[in-house]
Every structure is written in C-alpha cells, then in structure tokens.
C-alpha cells in the first residue's frame, strides 16, 4: 500500500470532496466548502516527493519532470477514484485530490430536476454543464451518462482529462478516452468521434476554440453532444461560446448555436445550514425559435427575461432557486443573499445596515441624502427641488412678481424692458 493511500483514506471518510498535500503544512481536506487540517506533521519537500512518485508510472513521471505539473487518475480499490494535479511551486511539490466516487450517481440523489431526463432523450443537439469550479459539473455529466446508458441503447463516447467515474455497460456502449493515455486532446478525440459511430459524445471541458467549433459542429450532424464550461450564468454562457470566435465568424456561430443549442444548465453547491454537506443550486435555459432569434439577433442580455417569461416550459433562473432553498430552510437566508443575482429579492435576510444594491440604498428610508454639486464661482444657485427649502441668502419665489426669483448680482446690466432691441455694439 503507497503511503498516500492512508491519507486518501481518511479523506473519504471525513466527506471531504479535496485533499491537499502541501509543502510545509499537514495535510488539509476541503469539507463542504470549507479548508481543514488533519493533526498531521507539516510536510516537507522530499515527503510530498516520494509520496508522489510512489504513485507515479514511468511514464508519468517522465512527464511531470519534464512539464513540472500532471494530470492524472489514481484509484483506491474498493472505496474511492481520485482526480489528481502534481505541480511544482516554491517550495517543492504540492498535490490536489479530487474524491470521485466508485458508484455513479442518480438525479434523484443529486436533487437535477426531472426535466434533465427529458434534455437527455433528445437525439442531437448541444446541452451545456456550466459552473464555476468545484460545482460538480463533472458529476452531473457523469449523471446524464449513466441516464442515458441505462435508459436506451446507445454508443456514448467520453473524452475526459482524467477519466473519473467509470461507466459499466448496461443498455448501450460506453467507450471512455482520456487525455495523455488515449487521445492527444479533445479536438483529436471530437476529429475521430465522427469516424466512430458514437450516438452520444460527452466532452469533459469545452476550453479552446477549436474543441468547441467541432463540438457545434459534431451536434449538428445528428450526434448529442453534452459539454462543461465554466461560466456563472446560462446568458453569460452563450456571450463566452460566440466571443471565442474571430469576429467575421460570429454572426455564423449566432446562427448555428441557435439552432443546436438544447439546454444550458448552470450550478452552484451551497453549504447546508447545520454544516452537513451541501446542496444544488440550478440555473436552466432550454432551447427555442425565441431563444435562437435573440442569439442571431445578438439580445443575449434578453434571455434573463425569456428565463423568467418561460417557468412553465422548466425553465428557472439562479435567483428562483435560491428563494425556494432559502424558504424552505435548504441553506440560509445569507448564503441566499451572497449567490443572488438580484439581491433586492432577499432583502428581509440583509443585516441591519447592509444595502441589496449600492444604488437602491439612497432610495431607502433614512437614508443619508447625496451632497448637493458644488456651483462656479459667481454663477447664480441652482432652483430648489419640489418640496426643497431654498438655500440661505436666495429669496424664493414670489408668485405675480417677475424677475423676483432671483436678485441680481452685483455688476450686472439691469433687466431690459419687454419689446426693446438693444443696440448694436458701436452704433449710438
């Protein structure tokens, strides 16, 4: 048994989702969000080392030392699989473990609305996994595989970097590739993917131009595709797959992911109120003519108002998650109010003295009024607001009186009588 393994082991147990094995600290999982150290001696350079290559093939570790970082896959018989990252910093060498584990899980056990099963019955097109990282979007994918190779018979082919649940076959065929061991990339995998008959093809990162060119591509020919990216919102989404292209191509692209997009379901994982594990957000946007006009049309800012517009079709915004978990006592009225993205909605979960919008806060009762813009030298003040006393030394108003708003200032011309021309400068 590698020495590491005792540690993995314990993170498993703890409910960790992360270890870290760090120079110069014990070692320190991430709980529900949250960082803590085991009672550990700290690590030094060489112990991080040689638990590292004690894990390491050949092969991979002629890598790191040649690239300074790795990605790679590493299993526990029987308890759990780990995403790993190796990588070189000042001190000597850190490790990531990400806890993966064996059993793939439902979306019933993850709380994914029925509606994704619906998505996942869709025979082509383009559905998006977004988030940012640490949300779960490679679980959720591993999800939707499993739904699909347990409902249907169909050939599914992932590219993933690395590899983490694995897919038994049940109704159809699941061929997984990972990076570095199968395939050179994911352009390559996606490039070969339409030579292999997939009917499903599961690309674990949409990161680059040219992955998610092919991907588009792949789902307009008749194949599913299902994709993650990492973005915080379904609109913001669609704004970051068009701005990867050059500029002459986007009005293509406009038309082409309006036609292919399928679904946009964007996540987050918030802390349960008692500190026992977390739970899922969701933010969805399905497919439609309505949808693929405003993308050719470039109104992607709309598709907040078609989400909102559209709740009858399944479609939901982040903020009406997290009033729904907020209400039900799923997570608290703070952590609701630091995820919102309209924060005027979770106003009675604000601390006292704390503004939902910077500029709503002036508008609030008791609120401080803004100083007033200081004038020129010599201009005359600027009138009172209804309802404003006049500023001191300015005499108001006087109703029947022209010209008694305002004295006039020393130096000046008196007023000229109505139906007067004056004269033209030279002229007696």
Known sequence: MAKIDSLLKKAVESGASDLHVAVGVPPIIRQFGELKRFKFQDLTAEMTQTLLYEILSPE??????????????????????????????????DLCFRVVKLQVPTFEELGIPD??????????????????????????????????????????????????YVHPVLKGAVNQRQLGIHTKSYSNALRAALRENPDVIMVGDLRDLETISLAISASETGHLVIGSMNTSSAHKTIDKVIDSYPANQQNQIRAMLGETLKAVFTQRLLPKPDGTGVVLAYELLLGSLQLANLIKDGKTFQIPNLMQTGKSRGMRLMDDTLLELAEKGAITGETALKNAVNPKLFAKWASPGQGTEGAEASAQPGAVPAPARPTAPG???????????????????????PGAARPAQPGTAPPRPAGTIPPKPGVK
């Open 60 to 93: 991979q570790r002629k890598t790191f030392e040649s690239e300074w970082e790795l990605d790679f896959a590493y299993e526990l018989a029987g308890l759990a699989r780990f995403r790993a990252n190796a990588f070189k910093q000042r001190k000597g060498i």
């Open 115 to 164: 509606i994704m099963k619906t998505i996942c019955d869709n025979h082509q097109g383009l559905i998006l996994i977004t988030g940012g990282a640490g949300t779960g979007k490679s679980t959720t994918l591993a999800a939707m595989v499993n739904y699909i190779n347990s409902s249907r018979a169909h050939h599914v082919l992932t590219a993933e970097d690395p590899i983490e």
């Open 379 to 401: 201009s005359p003040p600027a009138a009172p607001r209804p309802g404003q006393p006049p500023a001191p030394g300015v005499r108001p108003p006087q109703p029947g009186i």
